[in-house]
């Protein structure tokens, strides 16, 4: 009778446990997102999707609370100070100066290739409209406005990634996460009683 009530004793104990471990589990994602060391984007800007608007993204700094968003700059320049020491979100964020860099010039050449159009037109006196230089000139126009296409697809994804990636290890940082196990498990004890076998990695 000792052995069936302690046997029960120990699988409520079992059950306690893995419960408070399943809690801690569920509930780290939901602290980690508001830990006060994170960077939020504007919700606007936090649901950007492929190819979305081109303009600068707004954030709240780590520790800023309300409606005191500021700009990233339109190459996440000021966004880069708060992201020191993360080199994957640095990774991201120099891939976004990279698209950006290209949306750049490539608004440039459209706009160069238009200006060249127009001076075209009257240059030689009579209005001319498709002679040689101009056709060339369309052509670079058409390619720039299919080339924007492809750049800014993915643009607006490197900068939410440098987000992510410095918020992700915000969390792994945290205490929660800290007392998160890395593994769940069952052992025998030698008396041959049913234990919770758990396990920590150093993070």
């Not at 052995?3 to 004793?9: A, K």
């Not at 992510?164 to 890395?182: C, E, I, M, Y």
């Amino acid at each position: 009778m000792h052995e069936i009530n302690q046997l029960r004793s120990v699988k409520w104990q079992l059950r306690g446990a893995a419960t408070i471990i399943l809690s801690v589990s569920l509930l780290a994602p939901a602290l980690a997102q508001q830990a006060p060391g994170s960077i939020r984007l504007s919700p606007e800007d936090e649901g950007r999707g492929l190819g979305g608007p081109q303009h600068n993204f707004d954030f709240l700094a780590p520790g800023a609370s309300g409606d005191n968003y500021q700009t990233a700059g339109f190459f996440g320049q000021k966004l880069r100070p708060y992201l020191a020491g993360n080199a994957d979100a640095l990774a991201h964020l120099d891939e976004y100066r990279r698209q950006k860099t290209f949306f750049l010039i490539d608004r440039l050449v459209a706009v160069g290739s238009f200006g060249v159009y127009g001076q075209q037109i009257l240059a030689h006196g009579d209005r001319v409209y498709f002679n040689s230089t101009q056709q060339v000139a369309i052509g670079v126009f058409a390619t720039s406005l299919i080339a924007t296409i492809f750049i800014n697809r993915n643009t607006n994804s490197h900068l939410q990634r440098a987000v992510k990636s410095f918020n992700q290890d915000v969390a792994h940082g945290g205490t929660w996460q800290r007392l998160q196990p890395a593994a769940i498990g069952f052992a025998a004890a030698p008396t041959g009683q049913p234990l919770l076998s758990l396990r920590w990695a150093l993070r």
